[in-house]
């Protein structure tokens, strides 16, 4: 079984700072990244995507891949207490399969 | 445009007893995918099709647990007989299929199973 693991949290940052999310992944044949944010008792949605090494931005988000290191990071600058929610990594592998980690609770404090 | 559709949204059982969930995907999406989520963990994926094919159900309990999408369209999981450790929410979602692939699955809102 391919894994993909986070750590749980809470990770607990004041407003307007930056929140650090990391994501490893055992299977060194992973092609594409993703960051899916979940509300609680709401379904997942994508906040973004990423494919090659180095640094994607989009808007506060930023993802981060390391291949040779198996990890993917998420930065969430300026954070809002309307981003507290669950983050969930997913990586896809062979036949367009997503496996997600296990989600990091993140909570922004007014 | 309609989202994944997916009832019932709760249901309540007793062990040993069966029970089915339906999902309706985004019209003209060709993969379906049925994934597990129990309290506090990340979604698991217990069987996904492409079209009306099963593409991997490495991880779905054949010994309770039956899924089937007729007709390349909507799909139904089963389970039975339940276990008290099938309590779970089942996430149905959709997504295009084809390439480029953008990991972009669309969840419908989750049928909620307590087994007590």
């Known amino acids: 079984q391919k894994e993909v693991e986070q750590n749980s949290g809470p990770l607990s940052v004041p407003e307007g700072a930056i929140a650090s999310l990391n994501c490893t992944y055992s299977?060194?044949?992973?092609?594409?990244f993703f960051w899916y944010r979940q509300y609680s008792g709401k379904s997942p949605e994508l906040i973004m995507f990423?494919?090659?090494?180095g640094d994607k931005e989009d808007g506060r988000f930023t993802a981060q891949l390391n291949k040779a290191s198996q990890y993917v990071s998420l930065l969430i600058r300026d954070s809002q207490p309307s981003d507290s929610a669950t983050y969930l990594c997913?990586?896809?592998?062979?036949?367009?399969?997503?496996?997600f980690g296990g989600g990091t609770r993140l909570m922004v404090k007014p | 445009e309609a989202g994944v559709a997916q009832s019932p949204r709760y249901k309540i059982i007793e062990k040993r007893q069966s029970v089915a969930f339906w999902c309706n995907p985004i019209?003209?999406?060709?993969?379906l995918y049925w994934y597990q989520q129990i309290l506090g963990q990340g979604p698991k994926l217990l069987i996904q099709?492409?079209?009306?094919?099963?593409?991997?159900d490495s991880q779905l309990p054949k010994d309770r647990f039956s899924a089937e999408r007729l007709k390349g369209v909507d799909s139904t999981l089963k389970i039975q007989p339940a276990k008290l450790e099938d309590s779970a929410v089942y996430l149905c979602?959709?997504?295009?299929?084809?390439?480029?692939?953008?990991?972009?699955?669309?969840f419908g809102e989750g049928s909620r199973l307590t087994v007590l």
């Open positions: 099709f492409q079209n009306n094919g099963v593409v991997d």
């Open positions: 997913a990586v896809r592998n062979a036949g367009n399969m997503l496996t």
């Open positions: 019209s003209g999406h060709a993969t």
């Open positions: 990423i494919y090659s090494n």
């Open positions: 299977d060194r044949g992973s092609q594409s």
């Open positions: 979602a959709s997504s295009p299929g084809g390439h480029p692939f953008t990991g972009e699955l669309f």
